[in-house]
């Protein structure tokens, strides 16, 4: 089974940055294509960022175009978010997943239990 830990989440100020971990047990990502997505109380969960098994390929919503850059390191078996110019609503939780690399959450096998960001205005 693959097992998917996210950190780095935490407090910051709009304008601000994050970037979130997350490191991988059990088997290799370099088997699947891994993304992040992200749900705020009372909301659906939805698609953030996704990488191909490669990292040759992105995606993103169209929330996060040009403030959001996700990276892997198959080696490391770490996947990551970088996240700038962070609004008061990119606040909820964070989730590192790995599956198929699409925007559907339905195509994601493993999904992590979740880092928080907060951003104050």
């Known amino acids: 089974q693959l097992q998917l830990v996210e950190s780095g989440g935490g407090l910051v100020q709009a304008g601000g940055s994050l970037r979130l971990s997350c490191a991988a047990s059990?088997?290799?990502?370099?088997?699947?294509?891994m993304g992040w997505f992200r749900q705020a109380p009372g909301k659906e969960r939805e698609f953030v960022a996704g990488i191909s098994w490669s990292g040759g390929t992105t995606r993103y919503a169209e929330s996060a175009k040009g403030r959001f850059t996700i990276s892997r390191d198959n080696i490391k078996n770490t996947v990551h978010l970088q996240m700038n110019s962070l609004k008061p609503e990119d606040t909820p939780v964070y989730y590192c997943v790995a599956g198929s690399g699409t925007r559907l959450k339905s195509d994601y096998d493993y999904w992590g239990q979740g880092t928080q960001v907060t951003v104050s205005s």
């Open positions: 059990g088997r290799r990502i370099s088997n699947y294509a």
